[in-house]
């Protein structure tokens, strides 16, 4: 019986760590489905889960919130003149210095060179600043990248910046930050168009 009760406990103690080891396993692929698998900050899905987020908890939030979008201008100029795995080193570059310049906002990459940050405030000077912010951070660098040194220049962006409103739904909130975001193209690119703020 000792032996049998023995056997019986290592049994057990053998299944809790194969679930626990099943656990593990499964949080690392749920991180990997919500994580770029080139820049390692969120993925679409992940800006989703945010959008979604937001939108479902509006009425509760302590300050006004904005989606950013950001877009790198003439992207396909770096990946035509230094091929893609330069413009592969370009938007890492660009989701590690988001992430390290400003470690209090959520980022998320988009695909390509679109990425996405949001942002919360009272003031919506802020949040222009913040966009004004990313362009002048960027532009007061030259990237030179890999062994060959290889001059890329200095980065722009166009910014679109939406207003989570009290009548948005996920899609809508998303898609006037989208038309934000191609005015500020139309416009000459190397800009940010941020949506005004309606007093009622």
Same mark, same amino acid.
Request: aromatic residues 8%; charged residues 30%.
């Given at each position: 019986m000792h032996e049998h009760l023995s056997e019986m406990s290592q049994r057990l103690e053998d299944s809790e760590k194969e679930i626990e080891s099943l656990r593990q396993q499964l949080q690392e692929s749920q991180r990997g489905m919500l994580t770029d698998h080139l820049t390692g900050i969120g993925n679409r899905r992940m800006f989703d889960r945010f959008v979604a987020n937001f939108v479902s908890r509006k009425s509760s939030l302590s300050a006004r919130m904005f989606v950013v979008l950001i877009d790198l201008d003439r992207f396909k100029a770096i990946n035509d003149q230094h091929g893609h795995a330069a413009g592969d080193q370009v938007?890492?570059? +660009?989701?590690?210095? +988001?992430?390290?310049?400003?470690? /209090?906002?959520?980022?998320?990459? +988009?695909? /390509? #060179?679109?990425?996405?940050?949001?942002?919360?405030?009272?003031?919506?000077? #802020?949040?222009?600043?913040?966009?004004?912010?990313?362009?002048?951070?960027?532009?007061?660098?030259?990237?030179?990248?890999?062994?060959?040194?290889?001059?890329?220049?200095?980065?722009?962006?166009?910014? /679109?910046?939406?207003? +989570?409103?009290?009548? #948005?739904?996920?899609?809508?909130?998303?898609?006037?930050? #989208?038309?934000?975001?191609y005015e500020a193209k139309r416009l000459g690119r190397n800009r940010s168009v941020v949506e005004p703020v309606r007093h009622e």
């Amino acid at each position: 019986m000792h032996e049998h009760l023995s056997e019986m406990s290592q049994r057990l103690e053998d299944s809790e760590k194969e679930i626990e080891s099943l656990r593990q396993q499964l949080q690392e692929s749920q991180r990997g489905m919500l994580t770029d698998h080139l820049t390692g900050i969120g993925n679409r899905r992940m800006f989703d889960r945010f959008v979604a987020n937001f939108v479902s908890r509006k009425s509760s939030l302590s300050a006004r919130m904005f989606v950013v979008l950001i877009d790198l201008d003439r992207f396909k100029a770096i990946n035509d003149q230094h091929g893609h795995a330069a413009g592969d080193q370009v938007i890492q570059f +660009l989701a590690t210095s +988001l992430t390290s310049q400003w470690p /209090g906002i959520a980022f998320a990459r +988009l695909g /390509g #060179d679109e990425f996405a940050a949001f942002f919360e405030c009272d003031d919506r000077e #802020d949040v222009v600043e913040f966009a004004s912010d990313i362009k002048s951070h960027f532009a007061s660098q030259e990237l030179v990248l890999g062994r060959d040194q290889e001059t890329i220049g200095h980065l722009q962006f166009s910014i /679109g910046v939406a207003l +989570l409103r009290d009548n #948005d739904t996920e899609q809508s909130w998303v898609n006037r930050a #989208d038309e934000l975001l191609y005015e500020a193209k139309r416009l000459g690119r190397n800009r940010s168009v941020v949506e005004p703020v309606r007093h009622e």
